[in-house]
């Protein structure tokens, strides 16, 4: 047992945290791949469709987009490997680490917030990672697609839509009442604005739907990361980053404003 | 309260010890629901101390407040000398607090062994890993995932995750709930060990035993108010009522034959409920050698912890029941 001490003050204690919080990521990465099942179905989700889709239509084109489709769906599916991970699993994690009560426990251990957030974060952000790198390499090695062709924009996009669909990813657990209605919720919403926004059939632009879905961050983070592998002339990233950012801000502002460590049992 | 100084360790500026828990007309309300009423008690360092009451009747939310999980209404608070609702000393607080929660909540994908060293690392100066393992009696399934432990290997774990980082102080929050009785004695066992350590212990319950069996001194809540305390022996007054002497009638003796009045129950057996034992005693046992008469299964019962806290409880329910609380005012413990 300790004695009492002067109390010191501050939750941030610089450089120091730094191997604290790459000891919590180590931890955070651990619990994901002690789930074999859920790692593989997480990571091989994206992987499964793009076999799919390529081995039927690699070649094919529509008439309104000018790459073919293998030139479509493996940048669309690195978008979706940062969703999927981001914002779905993520959230879902979320609400059943809180309706078990192990947010609870976390914050009343040494941990700080900050420290925990950003484990979180870093830990999703590899997990994405890890599917967009495996994406990449099926599509090029499996199925001859080239690109990125602009690295510098593909990687600031990549960067951007993982903050802001954390952050989305944060916000909608927190409006999610328990564990057994955050499956549902959050892939309900997750997989139809997918779907809308065109990952498994590309939409025409200019379209009363590509319009609705262009309200939200699903479909430019999908045009966006399309983009940076065609080269396309007279397309720039910024509309989609600012939509993208836009979304992650909502889902911080949300995240502050609902967060609870405590089960809601709702 | 938040602004006074420290001295040494362990005492104020003044040398006055730093008490692990000072709380002082303590409320907390949702909206218009009242969690805890105007509640006041200490803690000393070393000593432990139960809050005890029903369901509903505001321990968790004392404790939380005290843990700095939850923010109070009103009232002033002392932690380990800091206010627990001050953001800028909980990382300080809690690497000197341990807590085990009313529920179960381990990550079930986890072996015991990683699940205490990832919490080990969150503290300054933890406990070994194996000498945790030893005290809560999961050495032998060290290497198992959490969800193939059973209920009460996982709540052992829990307590377990509790002392890890070597605490000043402990919040347990009905750490026997869901044990079974030999689960129990060894969580007692664990609580003993810690306290003679010198592990100070705030422990919540609705357990009687188990406030005997461990609190040096305990506290009743009900409805959502502190309504006696003292220790175990003392409370309600339970040192100074009636005490009842029991014993099997000697061959040939009736009630009326015994030197001091009694009555008979089942079993061939006889009682004597007196505020006098001393005396009482005395006649009976003197009686008993002058004649010969063998008072075979002689006991002598004070009236129960559990009758006292029925009565205190039933008496505060009557009172708010007939909307004229005169209960007397929240006691200062300590």
């Not at chain 2, 072996?111 to 080990?120: H, I, M, P």
């Not at chain 2, 008072?295 to 009758?307: M, P, Q, T, Y």
Request: with cysteine; proline share 6%; charged share 15%.
């Amino acid at each position: 047992m300790t004695t009492s001490e002067t109390p010191v003050k501050g939750s941030f204690r610089g450089l120091s945290d730094v191997p604290l919080v790459a000891r919590q990521v180590g931890f955070e990465q651990l619990s994901f791949w002690l789930n074999p099942v859920g790692a593989v179905l997480t990571i091989g989700f994206s992987l499964v469709f793009i076999v799919i889709f390529l081995s039927t239509s690699r070649h094919s084109t529509v008439n309104y987009l000018p790459v073919n489709l293998g030139q479509y769906y493996v940048p669309a599916f690195v978008a979706y490997g940062v969703m999927a991970a981001c914002f779905n699993i993520l959230a879902i994690t979320m609400v059943n680490r809180r309706e078990l009560g192990l947010l609870k426990r976390l914050r009343l251990s040494p941990l700080p917030t900050w420290m925990l957030l950003t484990a979180i974060f870093v830990n999703w952000m590899i997990i994405a990672l890890i599917q967009v790198v495996l994406v990449l390499l099926l599509g090029r090695f499996g199925y001859a697609v080239h690109g990125p062709h602009d690295v510098g924009t593909f990687l600031l996009i990549l960067i951007v839509g993982m903050f802001s669909f954390t952050a989305m990813g944060v916000g909608i657990s927190t409006v999610v009442p328990n564990a057994d209605a955050a499956g549902p919720i959050v892939s309900l919403v997750f997989f139809i604005l997918v779907a809308l926004s065109g990952l498994y059939f590309p939409i025409r632009a200019g379209s009363g739907l590509a319009t609705f879905t262009g309200f939200f961050p699903i479909r430019h983070l999908i045009l966006g990361l399309v983009d940076t592998f065609n080269g396309i002339p007279g397309t720039s990233p910024w509309n989609d980053l600012l939509v993208i950012a836009l979304w992650g801000v909502a889902g911080v502002f949300v995240s502050l404003r609902r967060w609870d460590w405590s089960p809601k049992r709702g | 309260m938040s602004s006074r100084a420290f001295g040494p360790p362990g005492l104020w500026a003044d040398g006055v010890a730093v008490p692990a828990v000072s709380v002082e007309h303590l409320s907390k309300s949702y909206g218009d629901t009242v969690a805890v009423r105007d509640v006041s008690f200490e803690v000393h360092k070393g000593e432990v101390f139960a809050l005890l009451g029903p369901n509903g009747a505001g321990k968790t939310t004392t404790v939380e407040i005290l843990e700095g999980f939850r923010e109070r209404s009103g009232g002033r608070v002392q932690t380990l000398g800091v206010d627990p609702a001050d953001t800028s000393t909980q990382r300080w607080l809690r690497t000197r607090i341990g807590v085990v929660l009313q529920e179960l909540a381990i990550e079930p994908y986890y072996s015991v062994r990683q699940v205490l060293t990832r919490n080990a690392g969150y503290y300054p100066h933890p406990r070994p890993v194996e000498e945790v393992l030893e005290l809560i009696g999961l050495t032998d399934k060290a290497d198992d995932r959490v969800k193939r432990l059973s209920g009460g290997q996982q709540r052992r774990l829990d307590v377990g995750l509790g002392i890890i980082g070597n605490p000043e102080l402990m919040f347990l929050d009905e750490p026997t709930t869901g044990l079974d009785p030999s689960g129990r004695r060894e969580t007692w066992e664990l609580i003993r060990r810690l306290a003679a350590g010198g592990t100070t212990v705030l422990l919540t319950t609705h357990y009687m035993d188990e406030v005997e069996a461990l609190a040096d001194r305990v506290a009743v809540l009900f409805g959502q108010e502190i309504v006696a305390s003292g220790t175990p022996a003392s409370i309600g007054g339970r040192d100074l009522g009636a005490v009842t002497i029991r014993f099997r009638l000697p061959e040939g003796v009736t009630v009326e034959s015994l030197p001091v009045p009694a009555e008979p129950c089942e079993g061939g057996h006889a009682e004597i409920h007196t505020e006098d034992e001393v005396r009482v005693l005395h006649d009976l046992t003197g009686w008993a050698l002058e004649g010969g008469h063998p008072l075979h299964g002689l006991s002598v019962l004070r009236i129960s912890l559990e009758d006292i806290y029925l009565g205190l409880t039933q008496g505060a329910a009557s009172r708010r029941a007939e909307g004229s609380d005169t209960a007397p005012p929240p006691q200062r413990v300590g």
